[in-house]
């Protein structure tokens, strides 16, 4: 039998998503919690890895399980012991061929920004330094709809076989009047490659770099010319979609 699980969680307390050895992640996290409740040895499979303190509003999950699980038990025991940075919210019954990362169709991450100094919301948003150009920012976005190889915002020295995605969606949304956040939805995304994006177009924003430079940054294919990668602590993971699953909601974002 197999299930998916949705969860969300926040990114600071772990060494990203992926198990790895003397170090807490998500997945080992899981793989502990749902190995004491089934009391068997249970492997997870995200349906991605995000980086070092990274949060995710959204990310799935699947698991097998030897025979039907009670749903709403496991639910219950799974959050009683994974402690109060990751919630899972529910379990879902899939085929038992569907799998988390490859049927996965699209791919949303949010970024956010705020331009005041803000005591509540610092630990998951980016303080702007200085008032950016929210307009340039988007112009320069919409440039990303026509893009097919992000090998510019690509982290170096991976095993990654092509930096080819189809990028669907690029805006930077006004929240309140202080508060921005860039949304990115893509059938796939490379290691760094949102934070190395915001990177850029806040360079933009900044007037560092005009449209036509931020073109040629792109069309470069050089991870070198483009901007610095942004804090991890302000990016979500926020949705994933597959075609089998259609009741998918994102949990709340602070």
Excluded at 148 to 161: G, M, N, Q, R
Aim: contains cysteine.
């Amino acid at each position: 039998m197999r299930y998916f699980l949705q969860l969300s969680y926040r990114g600071a307390p772990f060494h990203g998503w992926q198990s790895q050895p003397d170090a807490v992640s998500v997945q080992s996290t899981l793989e502990r919690a749902l190995g004491l409740a089934l009391r068997r040895p249970t492997t997870v499979v995200g349906a991605g890895r995000t980086d070092a303190g990274v949060n995710a509003s959204m990310m799935l999950a699947h698991f097998d399980a030897v025979s039907p699980v009670d749903k709403h038990a496991l639910l219950r025991a799974v959050n009683s012991i994974v402690g109060k940075d990751i919630a899972v919210s529910h379990i879902h019954d899939v085929p038992a061929d569907a799998h988390a990362r490859f049927d996965a169709i699209s791919r949303t991450y949010h970024y956010h920004v705020v331009t005041v100094k803000s005591p509540f919301l610092y630990p998951t948003v980016w303080k702007a330094p200085e008032t950016l150009d929210f307009d340039l920012m988007n112009k320069a976005a919409g440039i990303l709809l026509h893009v097919d190889d992000f090998t510019s915002f690509a982290k170096l020295h991976t095993d990654t076989k092509t930096n080819i995605c189809d990028v669907r969606r690029a805006e930077w949304i006004q929240l309140s009047p202080q508060r921005w956040c860039f949304e990115i939805t893509a059938d796939r995304f490379l290691r760094n490659m949102v934070r190395a994006i915001v990177g850029t177009l806040v360079d933009v924003g900044r007037h560092k770099l005009t449209l036509d430079r931020f073109r040629q940054v792109v069309d470069l294919r050089d991870r070198c010319a483009a901007g610095t990668s942004m804090p991890g602590e302000a990016l979500f993971l926020h949705d994933i979609r597959y075609p089998y699953l259609d009741n998918l909601i994102p949990a709340d974002e602070p």
